[in-house]
């Protein structure tokens, strides 16, 4: 059989390796990097039941890494998923009433951006030396306010690289900021832009596509590579933990081998659902994948109708990690819809640059036929974050609350008794103020460090160590710009 390589959604058969791809980020067509088929599962589940979060995501990723040495991709798990993690399982399933909730958030930075940040800079110093590329890797990026803590935690003191961390200086939760602008490490730089994430996120893609200055970074001996959630090294890691929640549900005896699941996620840049994609294609028996969306609804009118139309103002929620209008891994499922027609892939993205919309063919709104849509309001996560409190003692944060009701719509709506596993993207411990104002009232009182204290002790849960006394970190970082400043940020920084 034919090996594994990766290529572009919107050009030829040039045939990547999976280290270049990791490396580079994104493809030099503005395309994102796709595997040219799935890898399958080739052992029943049942014999996968026995392994640990770290053999299971050996045996995984092995199928995507294939130029990756055995020992290195053994190293690499080992570094990322250890004592960070608060927990050995590193994504426990909990049970709730006949809901299973995947906490992905017992990482460095208490999100699920750490099952892949926490890895990734590994895989890109690996894929680094390999190709002897013999140049410093300098990872920019745009941040909602989680990505950036993660990567700034998985990047720093790894030799070899630097990281560039740009925020909404008023888009992210006080906590957020906070754990951003107190990190340590010589080779993190975290930036405050006066804009929101999608000014972010156009200006690194600017710099990613200025010909003349990579032509500069790259004679002084740097290059750039992302960290977003565009680079396939993100994706790959989180298809792992849909496989270790079904064989969980399998240990529990909660399902028999081969019987369907659904997955719920809470979404923004439509990676971590795209993960749940990939591991369905891989041969994981899922149902439906359902896509829930915060008030930024693109992607739920997208499942009604076929159309993507980003031509809307951004609203800033509670879940502030989904305030996204343009989800770019949406391209890789369009890709895998479309029979991998690359230029309808150009055509659609194309337009959506031009015209802020595209529609998509009758043969891809089929394929969508596995996704249900659905969206929640703010004041819905309030509602659901209380309700499941006082029926369950668990506290949701508000981005795991978006799932949840999008989950009770859909069951309303379909009465499908499917055994759904609802991704927990975050500690309820990183939102305070939206907890506090959901279960117990204002608390105006007090700031949203004090309200770390004070759900603590109401909920009776323990305060992660990573955030405990973060309000008396030694704040390290200060930059601010304004949104047409961040090349030149950049310049500074790498003295070109
Ligand atoms: C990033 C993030 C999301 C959205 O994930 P995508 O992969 O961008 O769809 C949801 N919840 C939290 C807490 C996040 O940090």
Not at 32 to 47: G, S, T
Not at 320 to 327: C, N, Q, T
Not at 451 to 456: D, P, Q, Y
Request: hydrophobic share 35%.
């Amino acid at each position: 059989m034919e090996d594994l390589y990766y290529k572009s959604t919107r050009g030829q058969d040039e045939k990547t390796t999976a280290s270049q791809a990791i490396v580079k980020g994104i493809a030099d067509d503005g395309g994102l990097y796709i595997p040219n088929k799935f890898p399958h599962i080739d052992q029943p589940l049942q014999k996968l039941m026995d392994m640990d979060y770290k053999e299971l995501a050996f045996y995984i990723m092995k199928k995507y890494l294939g130029d990756f040495e055995d020992e290195e991709l053994i190293e690499s798990i080992s570094k990322a998923y250890d004592e960070k993690f608060s927990t050995t399982e590193i994504a426990p399933l909990i049970e709730k009433k006949n809901v299973y909730f995947l906490e992905l958030y017992h990482g460095a930075t208490l999100a699920f951006k750490d099952m892949a940040l926490s890895i990734l800079p590994h895989l890109i110093k690996k894929a680094s030396e390999k190709l002897n590329l013999m140049k410093e890797v300098v990872i920019l990026t745009a941040t909602s306010g989680d990505t950036g803590k993660a990567a700034l935690e998985g990047f720093a003191n790894i030799e070899g690289t630097k990281i560039i961390v740009f925020y909404p200086e008023k888009g992210v939760s006080d906590i957020q900021k906070r754990q951003m602008i107190t990190q340590q490490g010589d080779n993190t730089y975290v930036i405050g832009i006066e804009g929101n994430f999608d000014d972010a996120q156009k200006g690194v893609k600017e710099i990613f596509s200025d010909k003349v200055l990579n032509e500069k970074v790259n004679q002084n001996h740097y290059m750039f590579s992302s960290a977003n959630s565009i680079n396939i090294g993100r994706l790959i890691p989180q298809v792992v933990y849909y496989f270790s929640a079904y064989l969980s549900l399998l240990k529990k005896g909660r399902i028999k081998e081969g019987e369907k699941i659904n997955v719920v996620v809470p979404t923004g840049n439509f990676g971590n659902i795209l993960a749940a994609y990939y591991a369905k294609q891989m041969g994981l028996p899922v149902h439906r994948l359902i896509c829930a969306s915060n008030e930024n609804n693109v992607l739920y009118d997208f499942l009604q109708t076929g159309m993507y139309d980003r031509r809307r103002d951004l609203v800033m929620t509670n879940s502030p990690s989904m305030d996204i209008l343009v989800s770019s891994n949406l391209e890789r499922l369009l890709y895998e819809l479309s029979g991998h027609d690359e230029a309808l892939i150009r055509e659609m993205m194309n337009q959506l640059n031009a015209k802020g919309r595209y529609e998509v063919t009758d043969q891809i709104k089929d394929g969508l036929k596995d996704f249900y849509g659905g969206f929640a309001l703010e004041e819905d996560t309030y509602k659901y974050i209380k309700k499941v409190y006082q029926d369950t003692q668990y506290v949701m944060d508000p981005h795991t609350a978006v799932a949840f009701a999008v989950y009770d719509q859909y069951k309303k709506e379909t009465g499908d008794p499917t055994k759904t596993v609802i991704a927990s993207t975050a500690s309820p411990f990183k939102f305070t103020r939206s907890i506090y104002r959901a279960i117990w009232g204002d608390g105006d009182e007090y700031s949203d460090f004090e309200l770390i204290g004070e759900i603590s002790k109401l909920a009776g849960l323990p305060i992660p160590e990573s955030i405990k006394n973060i309000d008396e970190k030694e704040i390290l970082h200060r930059d601010v710009c304004e949104k047409d400043e961040m090349k030149t940020m950049v310049c500074k920084i790498l003295k070109v």
